[in-house]
């Protein structure tokens, strides 16, 4: 019996590979190009309060209560620069592989997620703290 071959296998890979290299790529440059991806009015004033609590909390026992940095970097404006905020959105709902930074999209929907990518990138979570 002749062994079969891990070519088609090792070229599969390496194109998932290539696209998964090339999707995070795109996130990464990906402008905001939504009409209006702000979702201020489509959230309550106490799901507002109960993510900031999630983010100066949870978040903040990585990224320091501070959100300075700790174990994870620091999530300030000026630390954020040349993040988009849907690159943020999606970190946020799907974590980062090989890193500490887990999904948290069992926890937050896709509008929550990019309302936090919004207030870090506008410095607002990190005012709330003084």
Partial sequence: MKPTSSKPIRKILSLVAIASVAMSQLLMVLPSVAKDTKVDDSLSE??????????K?????????????????????????????????????????????????????EKEALWIAEQLKEGKVAESQH
């Fill in 57 to 109: 909390q949870d978040c903040g026992s990585c990224h320091g209560m501070t959100l300075k940095g700790g174990l994870g970097p620091a999530l300030l404006p000026e630390n954020l620069e040349g993040k988009t905020v849907p690159f943020l959105q999606y970190t946020i709902l799907h974590g980062r592989t090989s890193t500490a930074m887990p999904p948290w999209k069992s926890l937050l929907t």
């Fill in 46 to 55: 106490d799901r507002k309060q109960a993510l900031t609590h999630i983010v």
